[in-house]
């Protein structure tokens, strides 16, 4: 079996460097393109012993199970351009944001009359093994494909099957998470320095506290609040500090987080559905290079007025 | 020993406020001590006449009480109690068991200001222990033992949680019990003016609050849940509650409630330095 990658950013490298350490996949077998290449993992994707490319179309002919890992206003560019060469024994899967299965069904039908179309949300921890993905196969794809690509992010972590309605949630939730526990982990180790903690200490033994704490969670059939008491002795320094937490209202600010993210998710995926995208969301030279290999694409299109505000473009 | 058989014990209160009754209620209620045998004094007959009315005898005289008991509950107002004990002092036995419901008395004074052997126990209930659903601790002096304990929590287990502490949780059931109370009472009236800005009538949000407050509470205590589990399982997703649970996350109603709890505690701490 055979992967192509469209996108060769952060995703693109995280899965690769998860499916070869798992072993699923040799890095040869790995295809990922993007007209970019002055983005820094495209040399460790080369380094890994991917096959790189400029040509999302060599990426699809090379590929049986294609990952489309760019960002979601790209999306549309990237399904115009190599829509002409998705033949029926490929399986597109989708890591966008908020993009959803109808919307790339409708574009690749105009190409291919049954595109087989999943729908996967998934993290950065890949890289790692401890990915956290789900998925939702199309309406063209099968029970086996959808197994597929289940045993496929196994291998790098979590993966399990859900309705395509919950996928934002996923995203607001473990989609966005790491960057989450990136915070609580860099202040962690900034309150650590603060009592006297070496910096490289500090952030070592904070997050070994976390995955210890995530582990002991996924491992346990304990409630995390029972978990949580166990820690706290009466009187102690642990109660002392969750005191301190629950005043700046942590609990809340954590929800609030997976719930913007969510809603995010949902508000660029109508602007998506809407093909309302600015060149400004895309960079000018990534959208000519598009273009070029694309004739179809008009710079009408192109260039339709935003309905994005000023916010990161990140999702 | 024959004291120890509660039919034949005779119980005596001195000061017969709302404290002392609850929990001569629940005495009386589990049936353990006839009403005869429980004997009590105040200076009025104000809070005495409902004493009566239960089958009660009573007196202005607390002397006659530790005379006619043996076992004593000390009921009194914390600022009354050091004359009153000096007063009884006289009259105290190594039979007797005193038991000390006087908030912010620690069971150092109450040894200090009666006969060296006597048995002292220290108690503090709550307000529902007048109607038997109550949450007592007790701490036990030098001379208390296990018989003393024992039989403390066989007539007071009819009130409701009955349990031995060391004396240090003592000022911390008041911040979390004694007071705690009134928290739930806040809590209660906040739901039911929630229930009424969306447009039911108070009475009947009132009695809706009160109901979902015992009925949690029941299911908490008979199921023997961790909490934050039973609050889950009422967590449909996306559905009502946890958008609720989201508003009260946000005013750090957690954090508020523990500053609550420790203000209350620091307080008794600091009022039984007095």
């Given amino acids: 079996m055979s992967v192509g990658v469209i996108g060769a950013g952060q995703l ?3 899965l690769a460097r998860g499916f070869t350490a798992a072993g699923v996949l040799a890095a040869h077998k790995i295809t990922a393109s993007s007209p970019d290449t002055d983005l820094p993992t495209v040399s460790g994707l080369r380094k890994m012993g991917v096959n790189f ?86 309406t063209h794809a099968d029970v086996e494909d959808g ?4 045993q496929l992010m196994a291998s790098v972590g979590f993966c399990t099957e859900v309705e395509e309605d919950l996928i934002d949630a996923v995203t607001g939730l473990s989609g966005s998470g790491p960057a ?28 070994q506290a976390l995955l210890g704490a995530a582990k002991m969670l996924l491992e346990s059939e304990q409630h995390p609040g029972q978990l949580k008491d166990n820690v706290c002795s009466p009187g102690g320094a642990t109660i002392h500090a969750l005191h301190f937490l629950e005043s700046g209202g942590f609990r809340s600010l954590l929800i609030n987080a997976v719930e913007a993210s969510c809603i995010r998710t949902r508000e660029l995926q109508h602007l998506a559905d809407q093909e309302e995208i600015s060149p400004a969301a895309i960079k000018k030279t990534l959208l000519d290079k598009v273009k070029l290999e694309s004739p179809s694409l008009s710079v009408a299109s192109a260039s339709k007025v935003s309905l994005f505000t000023n916010k990161s473009k990140k999702n | 020993r024959a004291a120890m058989e509660a039919s034949e014990l005779w ?88 038991v000390s419901l006087v908030a912010g008395v620690t069971i150092q004074t109450l040894q200090r200001l009666l006969p060296p052997w006597t048995k002292v126990l220290r108690i503090m209930p709550n307000l529902p222990c007048v109607v038997q659903a109550g949450a ?48 739930v009472y806040l809590f209660a009236e906040a739901l039911a003016e929630g229930a009424v800005k969306m447009g039911m009538p108070g009475a009947l949000a009132s009695r809706i609050a009160a109901q979902t407050l015992l009925g949690a509470a029941k299911m908490l205590l008979e199921t023997g849940e961790h909490p934050a589990k039973l609050r889950g399982d009422v967590c449909t997703p996306g559905g009502t509650t946890i958008y609720a649970l989201h508003q009260l996350e946000k005013g750090a109603l957690r954090a508020t409630v523990m500053d609550a709890v420790e203000a209350a505690t620091n307080r008794a701490c600091d009022m039984a330095k007095d």
């Fill in chain 1, 12 to 14: 693109a490298f995280a």
């Fill in chain 1, 53 to 138: 490319t400029v040509s999302n179309k060599d990426t699809v002919k090379s590929s049986d199970v294609l990952f489309l890992a760019v960002k979601p206003p790209i999306i549309p560019f990237i399904l115009e351009e190599v829509g002409p060469d998705i033949e029926a024994r490929h399986i597109v899967v989708s890591c966008a944001a908020g993009v959803t299965i109808s919307s790339i069904e409708k574009k690749l039908s105009t190409f291919c009359p049954t595109p087989k179309v999943i729908r996967c949300m998934t993290n950065t921890p890949v890289i790692v093994r401890e990915g956290a993905t789900v998925y939702a196969t199309g």
């Fill in chain 1, 147 to 150: 197994k597929l690509l289940e």
């Fill in chain 1, 180 to 207: 989450y526990a990136f915070t609580a982990l860099d202040a962690l180790a900034d309150g650590g320095v603060k009592m006297g903690l070496p910096r490289r200490l500090a952030v070592r033994l904070g997050a």
């Fill in chain 2, 11 to 98: 119980v005596g209160f001195v000061g017969a406020g709302r404290m002392a009754g609850g929990l001569v209620r629940g005495l009386l209620q589990a049936g353990k001590v006839p009403a005869s045998n429980i004997l009590a004094s105040a200076p009025s007959d104000k809070n005495l006449d409902a004493w009566r009315e239960l089958g009660c005898r009573t007196t202005h005289c607390n002397l006659e009480v530790v005379h006619r008991s043996t076992l004593v509950f000390l009921a009194t107002k914390p600022h009354i109690l050091p004359g009153v004990l000096e007063e009884i002092r006289p009259a105290v036995g190594p039979h007797h068991i005193v």
């Fill in chain 2, 136 to 183: 007592m601790v007790f701490s036990r002096g030098s001379n208390a033992g296990d018989e003393e304990a024992a039989l403390l929590k066989s007539l007071l287990s009819s009130c409701g949680l009955c349990e031995e502490v060391p004396e240090s949780y003592i000022d911390i059931h008041t911040g979390l019990s004694g007071s705690g109370v009134a928290y």
